[in-house]
């Protein structure tokens, strides 16, 4: 088993309580025991991250409006870039795991990233794990300096890629109160099923129904 002193010089932390690393690393097939495996920390380390990553984007794209953020949050915090950062930081390596296969699953990889950064959380504060958090997505930040495209706009180029047309979007009902409305919008292309989606403003509603499109056109998105 791979020195849990090593992997803290690799996090750049050194735990003052040892075991919440160790449960941070623990895959519930070693043990099922909730104050043993990693689920709970993950679970809080899954928050934490959001937080951290939010607070980031907002101090370093002070002109960018809520839309560009949110596109970039969703980036940031998908599996597959935890993942990747577990990866960086060997902890497919130090995983306690009954099934060697499991190393390489990218929902465990995420996961266990998850279950550090709330460790860190417990055993530290939320300045520490947060510091934690810029310090291993920041590289992330500046290697993606566009925001990824929205649903609509991709939508608009793979349709005048594939001659589909231009996207054509129809309101079909509101629901809820004045208060609190939800849109429902349809979008519709050449020759292909037309696709709904809902949101609490027409654009958001607009958005979800490119998304149900790209999805069903079996085009990577978001």
């Known amino acids: 088993m791979m020195k849990i002193e090593n992997l803290e010089e690799i996090l ?6 040892k075991h919440l690393l160790q449960q941070a690393v623990t895959h519930s097939s070693h043990t099922s025991k909730l104050t043993e495996n990693y689920e709970r920390l993950e679970f809080l380390g899954d928050r934490v991250l959001g937080v ?8 370093m794209f002070p002109t960018e409006p809520e ?8 980036g940031l915090v998908c599996k597959e870039t935890v993942a990747e950062v577990a990866l960086t930081l060997s902890l ?38 947060v510091n934690f958090v810029n310090n291993h997505w920041k590289e992330l930040i500046d290697k993606n300096v566009a925001p990824p495209k929205d649903a609509k706009t991709l ?13 054509v979007y129809k309101l079909i009902r509101r629901e809820g109160s004045e208060h609190e409305p939800v849109f429902f919008m349809t979008v ?9 989606g809902e949101g609490r403003n027409k654009k958001l509603a607009e958005q979800g ?3 149900k499109m790209l999805d069903f056109l079996g085009e990577h998105h978001g």
Request: charged fraction near 20%; proline fraction near 1%.
């Open 12 to 17: 750049g932390y050194s735990f003052k309580n």
């Open 52 to 59: 951290a990553i939010a607070s980031l984007l907002y101090k």
């Open 67 to 74: 839309g560009s953020l949110s596109q970039r949050h969703t």
């Open 92 to 129: 497919d390596k130090y995983m306690i795991v009954a099934n060697e296969e499991i190393r390489e699953n990218e929902n465990v990889l995420c996961d266990v990233c998850e279950a550090v950064i709330g460790a860190i959380f417990i055993d530290a504060g939320c300045d520490v794990a």
């Open 155 to 167: 939508l608009q180029e793979v349709a005048h890629s594939r001659g589909l047309g231009n996207p």
């Open 188 to 196: 519709s292309l050449n020759g292909v099923a037309e696709q709904e």
């Open 209 to 211: 129904a490119a998304a």
